[in-house]
Nanobody, 123 residues
Framework: QVQLVESGGGLVQAGGSLRLSCAAS????????MGWFRQAPGKEREFVAG????????SYTDSVKGRFSISRDNAKNTVYLQMNSLRLEDTAVYYC????????????????WGQGTQVTVSS
């Protein structure tokens, strides 16, 4: 079992930046593929970014490529999402997620979820 706690959300103007952090419990963090998802009001939750166990491979949804960057620090059991050039349409609740250690990267199935952190982009 993996427990995830996000932080770093908030209100930011369009064009600004935020960095989200996700602290994970457990001894297997370095063996878990990690990801970030988001859910805007009235919309389904969508994949934002994923990162392999070592951090050497990443994947992004098209709408955030070149603006967002996912990274991880296995020594600190933490995954990050650096968000630059934020747009109004980035407003959403952002969720940290983790895969069971057996699941491959990339892939759509994630097993563990944080409680979410609100990101609001204003004009």
């Amino acid at each position: 079992q993996v427990q995830l706690v996000e932080s770093g959300g908030g209100l930011v103007q369009a064009g600004g930046s935020l960095r989200l952090s996700c602290a994970a419990s457990g001894r297997t963090f370095s063996n878990n593929v990690m990801g970030w998802f988001r859910q805007a009001p009235g919309k389904e939750r969508e994949f934002v970014a994923g990162i392999s166990r070592s951090g050497g491979s990443t994947s992004y949804t098209d709408s955030v490529k070149g603006r967002f960057s996912i990274s991880r620090d296995n020594a600190k059991n933490t995954v990050y999402l650096q968000m630059n050039s934020l747009r109004l349409e980035d407003t959403a609740v952002y969720y940290c997620s983790a895969k069971k250690t057996s699941r491959p990267f990339p892939g759509d199935i994630y097993d563990y979820w944080g409680q979410g952190t609100q990101v609001t982009v204003s004009s």
